[in-house]
């Protein structure tokens, strides 16, 4: 991968990775079913977005643990794909 980017997340069918130089998300999709997407954030968003991937994260250890919600997790996802993967901000590529 050429582009400075961190893995922030692995959500099941897609990774999601941060540019914190450009403030850009790529969502990464781990089939080629469907084609990688990537979205402008502001600052704002970044910090936001990285609060909410944090807790994301940490409910999926919590599961490997077998002491995490499942249910919990889908809604931490579901607020992710909501709030930050929406085609109003996304760029191509």
């Known amino acids: 991968m050429s582009r400075k980017t961190f893995l922030v997340a692995r959500c099941g069918r897609f990774d999601l990775r ?23 954030l502001s600052m704002l968003e970044v910090l936001s977005f990285l609060d909410v991937v944090d807790k994301f994260n ?3 250890l919590k599961i490997q643990q077998g002491i995490g919600d499942p249910y ?22």
């Open 18 to 40: 941060l540019d914190l130089h450009t403030l850009i998300l790529y969502q990464d999709f781990l089939a080629d079913v469907f084609p990688d997407r990537c979205f402008q």
């Open 72 to 93: 919990w997790c889908q809604k931490l996802l579901a607020y992710i794909e909501k709030s930050y993967l929406v085609k109003e901000i996304e760029l191509s590529r």
């Open 58 to 60: 940490t409910e999926q």
